[in-house]
Each structure stands twice: as structure tokens, then as C-alpha cells.
């Protein structure tokens, strides 16, 4: 006899199309509007899989998950809602969800999520209740593109664990935010959070930085110091910017990782290593493996789940809150209470952002103190954008056309190596929806600011080396807000 899968949602719309894609694929299905209604059919033990909506008029799934739990310990439930935030997918790890899912959602991932369900497979660990979530702006992560939906899942089933996590992502993304939204809600958050960037630290003291020293260890040592990991003890070391590291201590970093103990510089007594491992990086680590300059054995030791974090470019939709939520930070750290216009968003959201999300908040803080009006419009962020330096205001040339550009490749097979790399980072699911807009403005919009720089802002020159029309040349430069300075070459 097929499984019975029970979904409750009070959108009639969701429960017929999902009702109809499990019918398809088998299942029998059983569907309510009503949290009353969903928890009769399992206190008389109906259903073999519960799908729920985690807000509906009479109840919250999340609140009852627990008593599910108590009365049917093996039924998998899966939530799923469009609340979609961190605190979301936290909510209901903690309270014992098989699993969540953002709407919208792929119906065949729904399904495939339903049948790993029923095999079996190993619910995610729950983790232990943390501080009741905060309002949406006072969100650690802020972002509901799908592109942070998958990011989302990821960090609540590492929420109870103390497995080693490498987080990938361009400057600016935000990879010390993830670091510590692992650690402030992780089974570690009453231990120290310690953060070492290895770019920063002189490669001669890195070690002496991680290990600690015994008085006398080198030249000015005068007194013994703890390291970064005695420090951490109990707690989360986050070593971003990983690449950085020297071989040296990436040997002394691997045995420490392989034998849970380390000795400070002149030391001898070993001291056990206890804290869980996060490491960060911008860089390409398997191009610095292809090139000796990070150890392979060590990448695997701290590979153990990847987690990686999309430019801004790859979730545009965020934008808007981002914008606000720094605009409310921007108030707490003293500056005047600014608020921003639709047309001023709009604008934000067909930039690149080479820079990434530190970028915009950047951005924020200066329009909240320099702009004259409470309400921030598109003329001034238009102003405010054009002000940028060369680098930053092309920028979006060099930071998204250079992530197309390979060394002494033809730019076809950039952008097919390119293309090919991005469809391996999503694994088994599909990109975000939207690759084709942007891909085109990644390619379009360093290809026309550099030639509009090239001939001096000259646009019928520019029209005339780009082949194309000099009216659909205007079009391009409004639609993608370049700023045409005449008469200055930029490169």
C-alpha cells in the first residue's frame, strides 16, 4: 500500500498543487487547512509523512512540533513556509522538522525529500533551544532569494554539531557573519568565539598567534601567552582567509587537526585541542593545491562540509532589505534616522557590487550621513554611485567581468569554465532562476563602461567599436547606470 503524506497549508492553491504532484509520484495524500485538523489525524495515527505550513489561523507547526514528537516519535515532519529567514530554518531544527522548505520550492525536490523520509534516512540533528528569534531586522543573515534559502538549510543541520566547516565566498560576502551565527546558535555558544585572519598576522608569528609561546621562545618573547586555540577552548576558532596561511604552519594546523593536541612555540607538555574548526577563504584553495601553495591533506581536514555564500550579484532581490536593515544600524550608531524610496531600491538593485554586501552597507552608512532629505531618493544615490573611484564605479567591471576572464583564455571558454563552475556549486538542485539576465549584465556591463573609458566617454565612438547602434548604446548606459565621464580616460 502507498505511504500517506499529510499536508496542511491554508493556501488552497498550495495543497492542490502539492497534493497533485504526490499523487503523481504515488502517494496517497491527505490535505487540511486546519492545525486542528492535522493533529486529530495523527493523534489517531494517520500518515506516514507530515507536509506543513509553519503559520496558519488556528496554530503554529512549530509549536507543535514537540508534542508530534512526544506522541509519534518517527514521523517526519517537514515544514515549509515563506517567512523565509534564518531564524526560519533555526526555528525548526530546534524544534525537531525532518527538514524545511522555503516557498517557493521545486515540487521534485519536495518529492525526493518525502522518500528520503520515508527511507529512513537520518533526521538532522536538533539542536539545543537557543535565545527566542529576533524580529526580522535584528536577523544575524538578512536575505530571502533562493540563492540564501540553501545556505539557510545547510547552517541549521550544523547548528548541533561540531563538524570542521570551510565557508566560501568572495570578499564581502559576509563569512565571519555565518561564523558566528554557527557558533551563537550552535551546542558551543556559551564558549569563546576567536577569529584570527591569517592575511593579517605576519607569516613569522602565525604560529606563536595559534599555538601560543613559552617565555624565551624567540627573541622577545618575554613571557609565556596563550594562543588563539587555548583561548578558544570550548568554544569556536574561526581562521578566516585560510589561503593566507604559510606551509609551515599548515603542517603544524594539520597535526593538530589529525591528533586533537598542539604545543606551544618551546613548549613541550601538549595541550588538548578543543574547539570547533570554521575556516573562511575568497580564494580558489584546489588552484592553490594545483600550485603547492596549500597542502591538499590539510584542505580535506577542513573541507568536512562546504558551505558557500553567493555574491551579491547572484541574489539582487535581498537588496532592499539589506539596504534598509543597514539603514537601521546606521540609526543605532548615532546617525540621522534615514529612510530610502522605491526608485532609490530599484536603482541599487541593477548595480553588480563587486564588492559585495560590505559594499552596500558602506554605501548606506555614507547616504545616511551625508544626505540632506529623511528620505533618500534616486538622485542622490545616483550622485552617490557616480562618486565612486574608478575602481569601485567600474569595479563592477573588473569584480563581475573578472569573474568571467580566465588567464590566456579565449573569453568563450571563460565564460563556458565560468558557467560550468557555477552549475557544480548547486550540485543536484537548479541555479536561482533569472542566470540568463545575469549573465548578460555580468558581460554587458564591463564591456560597454570599458569602451565608453576607452574613447573618453565618447559615445559615438563607443557605438562605433561596439558595433551596435548609438540609440541602443543610450539605452544600455540608463538601463545599466553607468556613469559616462567625457574626456577622461579611465584605464
Known amino acids: 500500500m502507498s505511504a500517506v503524506v499529510l499536508v496542511a497549508d491554508d493556501d488552497r492553491s498550495i495543497r492542490t498543487v502539492v497534493g497533485q504532484a504526490l499523487t503523481r509520484a504515488g502517494f496517497r495524500v491527505r490535505a487540511t487547512a486546519s492545525a486542528g485538523t492535522l493533529w486529530r489525524w495523527i493523534e489517531e495515527g494517520e500518515g506516514d509523512v507530515v ?7 488556528d496554530g503554529d507547526a512549530l509549536d507543535m512540533l514537540p508534542a508530534i514528537r512526544k506522541r509519534r516519535a518517527d514521523l517526519p515532519v517537514i515544514v515549509m513556509s515563506a517567512h523565509n529567514t534564518i531564524m526560519t530554518a533555526i526555528r525548526a531544527a530546534e524544534a525537531g522538522a525532518y527538514d524545511y522548505l522555503p516557498k517557493p520550492f521545486d515540487l521534485r525536490e519536495m518529492i525526493a525529500l518525502v522518500r528520503r523520509a520515508l527511507e529512513g534516512a537520518a533526521r538532522p540533528a536538533r539542536p539545543e533551544a537557543a535565545a527566542p528569534a529576533a524580529e526580522d531586522e535584528r536577523l544575524p543573515i538578512i536575505g530571502r532569494s533562493p540563492a540564501m534559502q540553501e545556505v539557510y538549510r545547510v547552517l541549521a543541520r550544523l547548528m548541533n554539531t561540531d563538524l570542521t566547516v570551510m565557508i566560501e565566498g568572495e570578499s564581502g560576502v559576509g563569512k565571519e557573519l555565518v561564523a558566528r551565527v554557527l557558533h551563537d546558535f550552535g551546542r558551543r555558544r556559551r564558549g569563546p568565539f576567536v577569529a584570527v585572519n591569517m592575511a593579517a598576522i605576519p607569516r613569522e608569528l602565525i604560529e606563536s598567534e595559534l599555538f601560543g609561546h613559552e617565555r624565551g621562545a624567540f627573541t622577545g618573547a ?38 586533537g593536541e598542539f604545543m ?14 570554521i575556516a573562511a577563504t575568497h580564494q580558489d584553495l584546489r588552484a592553490l593545491i594545483a600550485q603547492g601553495a596549500f597542502r591538499e591533506d590539510l584542505f580535506y581536514r577542513l573541507n568536512v562540509v562546504p558551505v558557500r555564500l553567493p555574491p551579491l550579484r547572484e541574489r539582487l532581490d535581498d537588496v532592499p532589505d539589506l539596504a534598509r536593515a543597514f539603514l537601521r544600524r546606521a540609526e543605532e550608531e548615532g546617525l540621522p534616522r534615514k529612510s530610502i524610496s522605491a526608485e532609490a531600491l530599484d536603482l541599487l538593485k541593477r548595480q553588480p557590487w563587486p564588492g559585495n554586501v560590505r559594499e552596500l552597507e558602506n554605501l548606506m552608512k555614507r547616504l545616511a550621513a551625508l544626505s540632506a532629505d529623511d528620505v533618500i531618493d534616486a538622485e542622490t544615490v545616483r550622485r552617490e554611485l557616480a562618486a565612486r573611484p574608478p575602481a569601485a564605479a567600474g569595479g563592477a567591471a573588473g569584480g563581475a567581468g573578472g569573474a568571467l576572464a580566465g588567464a590566456g583564455a579565449s573569453l568563450g571558454a571563460a565564460v563556458e569554465q565560468h558557467l560550468r563552475a557555477y552549475f557544480r556549486r548547486h550540485g543536484d538542485a537548479l541555479p536561482p532562476q533569472g542566470l540568463y539576465d545575469m549573465v548578460m549584465r555580468e558581460v554587458e556591463l564591463p564591456l560597454i563602461a570599458l569602451t565608453l573609458a576607452a574613447t573618453r566617454g565618447n559615445q559615438i565612438k563607443a557605438a562605433q567599436v561596439l558595433g551596435i547602434n548609438r540609440n541602443t548604446l543610450r539605452k544600455k548606459i540608463r538601463e545599466l547606470d553607468i556613469e559616462v565621464a567625457r574626456g577622461k580616460k579611465l584605464m
Do not use: K, N
Open 222 to 259: 618575554h613571557e609565556r601567552r596563550e594562543g588563539r586555540f587555548e583561548q578558544a577552548a570550548g568554544g569556536t576558532l574561526f581562521l578566516d582567509e585560510i589561503g593566507d596561511m604559510p606551509p609551515e604552519a599548515q603542517t603544524r594546523l594539520l597535526r593538530v587537526l589529525q591528533e
Open 51 to 57: 507536509i506543513s505550513d509553519v503559520s496558519m489561523p
Open 264 to 277: 606551544r612555540v618551546g613548549g613541550r607538555a601538549p595541550i588538548r585541542a578543543d574547539a570547533r574548526i
